[in-house]
């Protein structure tokens, strides 16, 4: 037990600065005191690599409706259709903010260019410098973030979230290198988690670094409801060659008019669907991952001929990372394959961001906030985490200014430090093997028993560490634990959670998988 200041450092203490962070840092900044901090330097993070764009219904053949049909259908049943309502109705006016804060996106003739992505019925996906939308909007929110109101903390990785006796979240701990570590505290009115995805954790991925799954670690350690684990969403095409990093390349090339075909020229994503291209991404991935399988092949191959030169205007970093390996987009055929992308689920959130421990608060994508169902819509993703991510600053607020300051926190990491012989190294890699070998694209339950098994272990072997990379590395194990278990325990497949032994959707199965530190599993059958 630690003794905390009194008054708190923070009204509102904000973990990661990818766009869900800046967002909710941005909106909560002018009327309170505001932290934003982050493991790596501000612009690391998933956001800054986002290509596609944003799915918004501002173009005037589309509507809200329409939105919310196509998510709804790629969910699979298990969106949160109240969760939906609330994407596809504000995300117009967060767009319109991201404009009055400074992004530019891509327009022609003053008019906001809209395209069209894999199971959108309509143009809709904002882009900016082409394929740099990621980038434009993580620099618009940072030059203003800069520019003044709330402190930001770089390099500091929160190890653990304070609570108070009474079970009421109250700050975090930040650890910073060192054997033994260092841990400081911070202690905030409310805590909005904003820590990103774990799609880092699979041997093969697009996600950068930072992807480890740290906050669902943090949020269920401290004793929130995480649900919605077993959904890892694969993404189809990242590149595939020897050497070169899992890139992701855009479905928006595929909107475009890029074909996805096999070594013969076969566009064999029709012979399962007949959106062909344009099917949504489970359907996508499983039909490539079943095409390896068959030819014992390691990629299929994306064609953009049909975009002629256009191909490398409209999508440029596209066009310079492939040239980096010898490829000209505009005639060579791209070596693709399915790598993990990601997380559907995390931390339970209601339409507010609020988790289920009081003054714990999370947006983007460490949330499950039930908008994505079973899988997600391709860019909806920078949506949820701009709509979410300003209703969980202003529920932040709200509950900051009512609740009394908190004085006394115990920290929710283990409290009985001991050392690990583990070699980190080692650690990693049988994480990313096993969630790969045992938890990929397509599952079954003997590879989701020897993955958890491992995980387990890993998690294991590095409970109490001292050292921040062992801390790291559990953290990462025990969300990687999550996911195995989740994936176990869901005897179906739906949306992006395929297993072969169990090849159908099952309506047993029409609800959330939640799970909890001390209470276990419990299913939320949806009505
Ligand atoms: C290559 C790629 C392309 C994509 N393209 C699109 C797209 O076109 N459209 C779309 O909608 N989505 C896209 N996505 C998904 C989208 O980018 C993410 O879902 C979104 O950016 C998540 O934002 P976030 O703020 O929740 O997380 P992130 O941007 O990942 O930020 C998380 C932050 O938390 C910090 N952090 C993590 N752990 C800790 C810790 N323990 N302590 C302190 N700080 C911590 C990280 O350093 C980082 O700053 C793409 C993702 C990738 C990887």
Same mark, same amino acid.
């Given at each position: 037990?630690?003794?905390?200041?009194?008054?708190?450092?923070?009204?509102?203490?904000?973990?990661?600065?990818?766009?869900?962070?800046?967002?909710?840092?941005?909106?909560?900044?002018?009327?309170?005191?505001?932290?934003?901090?982050?493991?790596?330097?501000? &612009?690391?993070? #998933?956001?800054?690599?986002?290509?596609?764009?944003?799915?918004?219904?501002?173009?005037? $053949?589309?509507?809200?409706?329409?939105?919310?049909?196509?998510?709804?259908?790629?969910?699979?049943?298990? #969106?949160?259709? $109240?969760?939906?309502?609330?994407?596809?109705?504000?995300?117009?006016?967060?767009?319109?903010?991201?404009?009055?804060?400074?992004?530019?996106?891509?327009?022609?003739?003053?008019?906001?260019?809209?395209?069209?992505?894999?199971?959108?019925?309509?143009?809709?996906?904002?882009?900016?410098?082409?394929?740099?939308?990621?980038?434009?909007?993580?620099?618009?929110?940072?030059?203003?973030?800069?520019?003044?109101?709330?402190?930001?903390?770089?390099?500091?990785?929160?190890?653990?979230?304070?609570?108070?006796?009474?079970?009421?979240? #109250?700050?975090?701990?930040?650890?910073?290198?060192?054997?033994?570590?260092?841990?400081?505290?911070?202690?905030?009115?409310?805590?909005?988690?904003?820590?990103?995805?774990?799609?880092?954790?699979?041997? @093969?991925?697009? @996600?950068?670094?930072?992807?480890?799954?740290?906050?669902?670690?943090?949020?269920?350690?401290?004793?929130? &409801?995480?649900? =919605?684990?077993?959904?890892?969403?694969?993404?189809?095409?990242?590149?595939?060659?020897?050497?070169?990093?899992?890139?992701?390349?855009?479905?928006?090339?595929?909107?475009?008019?890029?074909?996805?075909? @096999?070594? $013969?020229?076969?566009?064999?994503?029709?012979?399962?669907?007949?959106?062909?291209?344009?099917?949504?991404?489970?359907?996508?991935?499983?039909?490539?991952?079943?095409?390896?399988?068959?030819?014992?092949?390691?990629?299929?191959?994306?064609?953009?001929?049909?975009?002629?030169?256009?191909?490398?205007?409209?999508?440029?970093?596209?066009?310079?990372?492939?040239?980096?390996?010898?490829?000209?987009?505009?005639?060579?055929?791209?070596?693709?394959?399915?790598?993990?992308?990601?997380?559907?689920? =995390?931390?339970?959130? &209601?339409?507010?961001?609020?988790?289920?421990?009081?003054?714990?608060?999370?947006?983007?994508?460490?949330?499950?906030?039930?908008?994505?169902?079973? @899988?997600?819509?391709?860019?909806?993703?920078?949506?949820?985490?701009?709509?979410?991510?300003?209703?969980?600053?202003?529920?932040?607020?709200?509950?900051?200014?009512?609740?009394?300051?908190?004085?006394?926190?115990?920290?929710?990491?283990?409290?009985?430090?001991?050392?690990?012989?583990?070699?980190?190294?080692?650690?990693?890699?049988?994480?990313?093997?096993?969630?790969?070998?045992?938890?990929?694209?397509?599952?079954?339950?003997?590879?989701?028993?020897?993955?958890?098994?491992?995980?387990?272990?890993?998690?294991?072997?590095?409970?109490?560490?001292?050292?921040?990379?062992?801390?790291?590395?559990?953290?990462?194990?025990?969300?990687?634990?999550?996911?195995?278990?989740?994936?176990?325990?869901?005897?179906?497949?739906?949306?992006?959670?395929?297993?072969?032994?169990?090849?159908?959707?099952?309506?047993?199965?029409?609800?959330?998988?939640?799970?909890?530190?001390?209470?276990?599993?419990?299913?939320?059958?949806?009505?």
């Amino acid at each position: 037990m630690i003794t905390t200041a009194r008054p708190t450092d923070y009204d509102v203490l904000v973990v990661g600065s990818g766009i869900a962070g800046l967002s909710a840092a941005l909106t909560a900044a002018p009327s309170a005191r505001v932290a934003v901090v982050t493991k790596g330097a501000l &612009d690391d993070g #998933c956001s800054r690599y986002a290509q596609g764009g944003i799915a918004a219904a501002v173009g005037d $053949d589309d509507s809200t409706e329409l939105h919310f049909e196509d998510t709804i259908a790629a969910g699979r049943g298990l #969106c949160h259709a $109240d969760a939906v309502r609330v994407l596809v109705e504000e995300g117009p006016a967060r767009i319109r903010q991201l404009i009055e804060w400074g992004v530019a996106f891509d327009t022609q003739d003053g008019e906001l260019l809209l395209a069209r992505e894999a199971a959108h019925s309509r143009a809709r996906i904002l882009h900016a410098r082409g394929d740099g939308t990621g980038l434009e909007v993580e620099t618009a929110l940072i030059r203003r973030l800069r520019a003044g109101g709330a402190r930001v903390v770089e390099h500091a990785d929160v190890s653990g979230i304070l609570t108070t006796s009474d079970g009421v979240c #109250c700050g975090v701990s930040i650890t910073t290198s060192g054997t033994p570590a260092q841990s400081t505290s911070l202690t905030a009115s409310a805590v909005v988690l904003a820590s990103g995805g774990a799609s880092r954790l699979w041997r @093969n991925s697009t @996600n950068p670094k930072s992807a480890t799954g740290d906050g669902v670690a943090l949020g269920y350690n401290a004793g929130a &409801d995480v649900s =919605g684990m077993e959904f890892s969403q694969f993404h189809p095409t990242a590149l595939a060659m020897e050497g070169a990093p899992r890139f992701l390349i855009s479905e928006a090339v595929r909107g475009e008019g890029a074909l996805i075909v @096999n070594r $013969d020229g076969h566009r064999f994503v029709f012979d399962v669907d007949p959106r062909g291209e344009l099917a949504g991404r489970d359907v996508v991935a499983r039909a490539i991952w079943d095409e390896l399988g068959r030819s014992g092949e390691r990629c299929v191959y994306l064609d953009c001929s049909p975009l002629g030169a256009r191909a490398a205007m409209r999508f440029p970093t596209i066009a310079a990372t492939c040239a980096k390996y010898g490829l000209d987009i505009t005639h060579d055929p791209i070596p693709v394959a399915p790598a993990a992308h990601y997380m559907v689920g =995390g931390v339970c959130t &209601d339409l507010d961001g609020a988790t289920s421990l009081p003054g714990l608060f999370a947006c983007g994508e460490v949330a499950h906030s039930g908008v994505h169902g079973a @899988n997600r819509l391709a860019s909806n993703s920078l949506l949820e985490s701009l709509v979410f991510s300003k209703r969980a600053a202003h529920a932040a607020l709200g509950w900051a200014a009512e609740s009394p300051p908190a004085d006394a926190a115990s920290i929710s990491r283990s409290p009985s430090p001991r050392a690990s012989t583990v070699d980190p190294r080692e650690g990693w890699d049988t994480l990313h093997d096993a969630l790969w070998t045992g938890a990929g694209v397509v599952r079954d339950a003997a590879g989701l028993e020897a993955a958890g098994r491992a995980c387990a272990s890993v998690a294991a072997s590095t409970a109490g560490a001292t050292a921040l990379p062992m801390m790291q590395l559990h953290a990462a194990a025990s969300t990687a634990s999550l996911v195995c278990t989740a994936a176990l325990a869901r005897e179906e497949s739906r949306g992006c959670h395929l297993r072969s032994d169990l090849p159908q959707a099952s309506d047993q199965w029409h609800g959330d998988l939640v799970m909890h530190k001390d209470r276990g599993a419990r299913f939320d059958r949806h009505l």
